[in-house]
C-alpha cells in the first residue's frame, strides 16, 4: 500500500481547496450547540414574570435598570422584571419604527403594564388590548384608594370597536390612569405628563400587574421636580392662546 507522507506542505494544499468545509462544520456545531443551549435554559413561568414597557420619549438604559432593581425590592418573589422603553418618533417626523414596534408586541402579546398616550391607550383598547380596570378601582379591588377622579378621568372611555354584547355596548370603562403624578419617573428624566398605565388584557401574571401599577402609583407621593413647578404657572391659558403655531 502506497502511503502520501504527511508534510507540512500536503497540509497546507488540504486546508486550501477545503477551509470552507471547516467552517461549515464550525458553523453547525457552533448552531447546534445554541440550538441545544435554548432548549435547556430555565424559563421562568409567566405568573413569575413582569413586564413593564414605556411607550413615549427615550428613556436612558440606566433609569430602567434603576426601576428593574427596585422593582426586585418590592416583588423578590418574581424571577424576572424588565422594563423597556419603545421611542416613538425619536428620529424625527416620518418615523415610525417605533410605532410599528409597539404595534407588533402588543399583536403577539408581550407585556404585562404599559405606559403610552391617549390616543394609543384609545386605539389598542378598541382593539381588546387592554384590560377594563373599573372593578380593580373599587372598593375591595386592587388598586382602590390609590388614584384621584382626575388621574381617572382621561383614561375613561367607550371603546367603540369593542366586540361587547348588546347589553354592554356603548358603556364607558377605565381603560387608563394618568401618570402625569408619577413624580418619582418625572425627577429621573421620565416624561410622563402625557402617558397614561394600563394592564394587558392578555397578561398571565394580572395579580401582579395590578401589583406594579398600585406601586407605580406609589411614585405619586414624591415631590414634583423642581422644573415642572417652575413650568406650571408659566403655560396658563393666556400664555398657551399665545404660542406661535409650529409648520
Not at 403594564?113 to 373599573?134: G, I, K
Not at 383614561?155 to 364607558?172: K, L, N
Not at 408659566?234 to 406661535?244: F, G, H, I, R, Y
Request: proline share 4%; with cysteine; glycine share 8%.
Amino acid at each position: 500500500m502506497i502511503r502520501t507522507p504527511l508534510k507540512w506542505v500536503n497540509i497546507r494544499q488540504h486546508i486550501a481547496y477545503s477551509w470552507w468545509a471547516y467552517v461549515l462544520m464550525a458553523a453547525v456545531m457552533l448552531f447546534g450547540w445554541q440550538m441545544a443551549y435554548r432548549a435547556t435554559e430555565y424559563v421562568p413561568p409567566p405568573e413569575k414574570t413582569l413586564h413593564v414597557t414605556i411607550a413615549g420619549d427615550y428613556v436612558s438604559s440606566t433609569v430602567l435598570e434603576y426601576y428593574e432593581q427596585k422593582a426586585y425590592e418590592e416583588f423578590p418573589e418574581m424571577e424576572s422584571i424588565t422594563f423597556e422603553n419603545i421611542p416613538l418618533s425619536i428620529a424625527g417626523e416620518g418615523d415610525y419604527s417605533g410605532y410599528t414596534k409597539l404595534s407588533v408586541v402588543i399583536a403577539v402579546g408581550e407585556g404585562d403594564v404599559y405606559l403610552l398616550n391617549r390616543e394609543l391607550l384609545t386605539s389598542f383598547a378598541s382593539m381588546q388590548a387592554f384590560r377594563p380596570l373599573d372593578e380593580d378601582l373599587q372598593e375591595g379591588g386592587a388598586l382602590y384608594g390609590i388614584f384621584t377622579e382626575e388621574d381617572l378621568e382621561g383614561g375613561t372611555f367607550v371603546a367603540e370597536e369593542q366586540d361587547y354584547d348588546e347589553e354592554t355596548t356603548g358603556e364607558e370603562h377605565i381603560y387608563g390612569i394618568s401618570a402625569a403624578r408619577l413624580y418619582g419617573l418625572l425627577n429621573q428624566g421620565v416624561d410622563t405628563r402625557d402617558l397614561y398605565i394600563a394592564c394587558t388584557s392578555y397578561t398571565q401574571n394580572a395579580e401582579y400587574a395590578l401589583k406594579m401599577i398600585a406601586w407605580l402609583g406609589e411614585q405619586t407621593e414624591e415631590e414634583p421636580p423642581a422644573w415642572l413647578e417652575e413650568l406650571e404657572p408659566v403655560m396658563d391659558e393666556e400664555t398657551k392662546e399665545n404660542l406661535p403655531e409650529i409648520g
